[in-house]
């Protein structure tokens, strides 16, 4: 009579401890899955995907000629007394004051360095397409009246050109879309002032 409940107390024993063994095992073999490095991993190219290194040339060189630009508009309202000329230079400068913060914003979001500015708008930069000199700016601040819209008009067209140029360039070698949409929307707006301005100079 006592040996049956022994037996009985002997069995309850070992099937607690092959439920509790049972449960160790399914703790060790599930707690890989509680990490996700490729889940990390495929997000971070994901994210480096979305822009290839043309947006970034794009970014870093529109921005210092965007500022030129923005530096020659400046110069208008004290030495122009063509409306039309001050007008245009007004929309040129809030056209184009935004699109630097935009593409600032890209850069610093891309880990990239914003170029610093410098005396008339990044001459450093010469090498981009429609860029003044040095030299064009200090002629360009002298000037005045009827002379000075014309060397204004004459220079701005070129720029202009220059900034199209290098948006088409985005177009055709970017990846962001953001950059490619900000490219057209450079190309559609410039052309149209670019025609604009040689009604004027040749008005």
């Not at 439920?19 to 890989?32: E, I, Q, R």
């Not at 030495?79 to 809030?94: C, T």
């Not at 060397?151 to 140029?165: K, S």
């Amino acid at each position: 009579m006592i040996g049956k409940p022994r037996t009985g107390i002997a069995l309850a024993l070992l099937t607690t401890a092959v439920v509790l063994t049972g449960c160790g095992n399914g703790d060790d073999n599930t707690a890989p899955a509680t990490s996700s490095p490729a889940v990390t991993g495929t997000t971070t190219e994901r994210v480096a995907g979305d822009h290839n290194q043309a947006d970034i040339r794009f970014a870093e060189e529109m921005i210092p000629h965007h500022r030129q630009a923005v530096e020659m508009a400046a110069l208008v309202p004290s030495r122009s007394s063509d409306p039309a000329v001050i007008d245009l230079a007004a929309r040129i400068q809030q056209a184009q004051d935004p699109e630097i913060t935009t593409m600032t914003g890209w850069l610093r979001d891309w880990g990239v360095a914003v170029p610093e500015g410098s005396g008339h708008g990044g001459m450093d930069h010469g090498n981009m397409p429609g860029m003044m000199t040095h030299e064009q700016m200090v002629q360009l601040e002298a000037a005045r009246g009827p002379e000075f819209d014309r060397m204004w008009l004459t220079m701005m067209i070129a720029h202009h050109e220059g900034a199209v140029q290098m948006a088409g360039t985005e177009l055709a070698e970017g990846a962001d879309s953001d950059a490619k949409a900000l490219a057209q929307q450079i190309i559609d707006a410039q052309q149209a002032e670019i025609q604009q301005m040689q009604a004027l100079l040749n008005g």
